[in-house]
């Protein structure tokens, strides 16, 4: 194929049978490939190094409080929606030490923690995943202080995104909230997924240049009109068909004027405050700090890890936390997430992927919750 | 290619010139840097973290002199393990320091006002630094008045200054305990009680405000009583915090991050969620 012709915005036809020359170009050219895998009968993101480290021919279905893998009849690669994790997990580690510390006569030597920043390909990039980062990218890289860790990583990440074709979006709602299930930007590449009778293959959107040239070197050829168009069908058909909507008309104002609204306490007696959802979700970043010694005494580290306002600890002040209620936890989670998120960085903390309900062991659903209190708002409640 | 921390993250070391038992739990210390000659600027009204060797790292304001950034000055209460670290620290003991960090009081924005320095308890440690300034600056400032309550004498921050700020004639100060003996010659009861002293034309004032949540609701209140607007009352917050750079998600009150939005926050900006329980 000529230079010339791969232009950002080119969609091209890889045949599923040549899926591993794409994965053999990028860790040719040192990245790490991440992608979905199965380990231990979850859903994981993991290494792929080769096509059979997908979950090939595997579905999940997904409601409240439910998680079910199960195979499908054909031999999709990319057949579910998202698993439980999600891609913060390598742009923002979890754990990590940000220095040491050594006793020094009657002072301390300050070690500034260093470390190799990973080359990552995520494989497989949901146009939910893709608004999240895009999210985090709000928090971490445009306040006054930049994440170092997260730029750096983030940066260097090349992505391949996945127009979603899941059937079965049990716990989605990305549409209502025009974050997908089409990736519309932030992708190096985009692939959407065709199966049709014996046919399978994806048709590749080229989104910068540094994916035109990765793709170069691949055996695919443009895709016809035809081939696009059985691509745009697939997407359409998933908008068309997703589990939940989540209306945010006005949402910030809604939860400012409802602090007090009874449904606050009646999700608060189902929510178990274990704080799933805040670590599933893809865009909480709250994180603590902790200070520790070894046993000699003379030498300590602080580590940097992910931390959910659901602790009653989180809002800790001398003489007792803020919070002490689990309503008031559940209560800031959520109107952080939808509304408070929009003063702070000037969109939604929500993109609609589902994790939360998927993962919470009781199966709240907070479209429903939003639902409720909408129906029942201050001022148009009937008393 | 490798990330480093941002310097932000990063603690300084300072040593402890001078440790001052304030009261039974309360301390002040004076602090120079460890490796090199100490200018510290900040302003009035903002914090640092400070950080006690293995044990942790609390938010704590500054207490000093903005005129004076050769010494750092904190005062710290004991009321946890950190804390507890910090006030037991002596002279030639080293801890951490990060910041400045926070939006000050406004003092240089108040000019021509008469102003209202309003503290309970710990709260005049945050606005001792805004009082070094108004009185460097007396001349620009109408009357300026010190409203400090305290729960008995003995748990009166700085009181030698504070009887030097009573000797002269270009400040007013107006104290008041919760409880005291017989031997106390001065006002009992909550520092509301006292504000009828102070002597301020309600349109052109401006009123500070630091102290426990209680004592400042009430306060406000107060003073809106006497015609100030919330435009010109502003409150210091207080909220757990591990970042100090809006970062870590702890100090969130309603949208704001109290580590950089605040502490110090103009009432109006917060009105709706200053009487909120649990935010």
Same mark, same amino acid.
């Given at each position: 194929m000529t230079a010339s012709s791969l232009k950002v915005g080119v969609q091209l036809r890889l045949a599923a049978g040549d899926f591993q020359a794409l994965l053999d170009a990028l860790a040719s050219r040192g990245y790490r490939v991440m992608g979905p895998t199965l380990e231990?009968?979850?859903?994981?993101?993991?290494?792929?190094?080769?096509?059979?480290?997908?979950?090939?021919?595997?579905?999940? #279905?997904?409601?409240?409080?439910?998680?079910?893998?199960?195979?499908?009849?054909?031999?999709?690669?990319?057949? #579910?929606?998202?698993?439980?994790?999600?891609?913060?997990?390598?742009?923002?580690?979890?754990?990590?030490?940000?220095?040491?510390?050594?006793?020094?006569?009657?002072?301390?030597?300050?070690?500034?923690?260093?470390?190799?920043? /990973?080359?990552?390909? #995520?494989?497989?990039?949901?146009?939910?995943?893709?608004?999240?980062?895009?999210?985090?990218?709000?928090? #971490?890289?445009?306040? /006054?202080?930049?994440d170092p860790t997260y730029k750096a990583r983030r940066e260097q990440a090349f992505i391949v995104a996945l127009n979603c074709g899941h059937q079965d979006p049990g716990v989605c709602f990305c549409a209502s909230l025009g974050t997908g299930p089409r990736a519309a930007a932030g992708y190096d590449l985009a692939l959407t997924e065709v199966l049709r009778g014996q046919e399978h293959f994806f048709v590749v959107e080229i989104g910068t240049m540094r994916g035109a040239d990765l793709i170069r070197e691949l055996p695919e050829r443009i895709a016809t009109p035809e081939e696009v168009d059985a691509a745009a069908r697939v997407v359409a058909a998933v908008a068309g068909n997703m589990g939940r909507g989540l209306d945010t008309t006005d949402i910030k104002e809604l939860f400012y004027a409802n602090y007090e609204h009874p449904r606050w306490d009646e999700v608060a007696a189902r929510c178990l405050n274990c704080g799933n959802c805040t670590m599933v979700c893809p865009t909480c970043f709250c994180h603590t700090l902790e200070d520790s010694l070894n046993?000699?005494?003379?030498?300590?580290?602080?580590?940097?890890?992910?931390?959910?306002?659901?602790?009653?600890?989180?809002?800790?002040?001398?003489?007792?936390?803020?919070?002490?209620?689990?309503?008031?936890r559940y209560r800031q989670w959520l109107t952080h997430k939808l509304a408070t998120w929009i003063d702070q960085f000037g969109c939604s903390g929500c993109v609609g992927c589902g994790r939360c309900i998927t993962w919470c062991p009781v199966g709240i659903d907070l479209t429903e919750e939003v639902r409720a209190i909408r129906e029942t708002a201050a001022g148009v409640r009937k008393e | 290619m490798t990330a480093k921390l941002p310097d932000p993250?990063?603690?300084?070391?300072?040593?402890?010139?001078?440790?001052?038992?304030?009261?039974? +739990?309360?301390?002040?210390?004076?602090l120079s840097r460890a490796d090199g000659p100490t200018n510290f600027a900040f302003a009035p009204g903002q914090f640092n973290m400070l950080y006690a060797f293995g044990a942790g790292e609390v938010p704590i304001s500054i207490s000093g002199d903005p005129a004076v950034p050769k010494t750092l000055v904190h005062t710290v209460r004991d009321v946890?393990?950190?804390?507890?670290?910090?006030?037991?620290?002596?002279?030639?003991? @080293?801890?951490?320091?990060?910041g400045p960090f926070g939006v000050p009081w406004p003092v240089d924005r108040v000019a021509g006002e008469d102003v209202l320095i309003i503290a309970g308890g710990l709260g005049l440690a945050p606005l001792r630094p805004a009082l070094y300034h108004l009185l460097q600056h007396r001349g620009e400032f109408g009357n300026i008045e010190l409203i400090y309550g305290a729960r008995t004498p003995?748990?009166?921050?700085?009181?030698?200054?504070?009887?030097?700020?009573?000797?002269?004639?270009?400040?007013?100060?107006?104290?008041?305990?919760?409880?005291?003996?017989? +031997?106390?010659?001065?006002?009992?009861? @909550?520092?509301?009680?006292?504000?009828?002293?102070?002597?301020f034309d309600p349109p052109s004032t401006v009123a500070l405000i630091c102290g426990p949540g209680v004592m400042m609701r009430f306060t406000v209140l107060e003073l809106m009583s006497h015609g100030l607007t919330p435009e010109q009352i502003y409150v210091s917050m207080e909220r757990n915090m591990k970042c100090g750079i809006g970062l870590c998600g702890h100090c969130q009150w309603g949208p704001y991050f109290v580590c950089k939005d605040g502490p110090v926050y103009r009432? +109006?900006?917060?009105?709706?969620w200053f009487d909120r329980r649990e935010v």
């Open positions: 231990d009968g979850q859903m994981i993101y993991g290494e792929i190094g080769k096509v059979a480290d997908l979950p090939v021919g595997w579905t999940a #279905f997904q409601e409240g409080g439910s998680f079910r893998l199960e195979p499908r009849p054909d031999q999709a690669f990319f057949g #579910f929606a998202v698993g439980q994790q999600s891609w913060k997990q390598f742009l923002w580690p979890p754990h990590q030490t940000l220095y040491q510390v050594q006793r020094q006569g009657a002072g301390f030597h300050v070690i500034p923690g260093a470390e190799a920043v /990973p080359k990552f390909a #995520f494989l497989g990039v949901r146009a939910c995943e893709l608004a999240a980062m895009a999210v985090q990218d709000q928090v #971490f890289l445009q306040g /006054p202080h930049v046993l000699t005494g003379v030498a300590g580290e602080r580590q940097r890890r992910l931390d959910s306002c659901f602790s009653v600890d989180f809002s800790y002040l001398h003489g007792g936390s803020i919070r002490t209620s689990p309503k008031s | 993250m990063l603690p300084t070391p300072f040593v402890v010139q001078k440790v001052k038992r304030e009261t039974s +739990d309360t301390y002040t210390l004076d946890g393990n950190v804390t507890r670290a910090i006030c037991r620290l002596k002279r030639g003991e @080293v801890l951490g320091v990060r003995k748990d009166l921050l700085y009181p030698k200054e504070l009887e030097r700020w009573r000797g002269r004639f270009d400040l007013r100060v107006h104290v008041t305990v919760d409880s005291a003996a017989d +031997d106390w010659r001065s006002n009992v009861g @909550v520092v509301t009680k006292i504000i009828d002293r102070a002597r009432f +109006d900006r917060i009105k709706d």
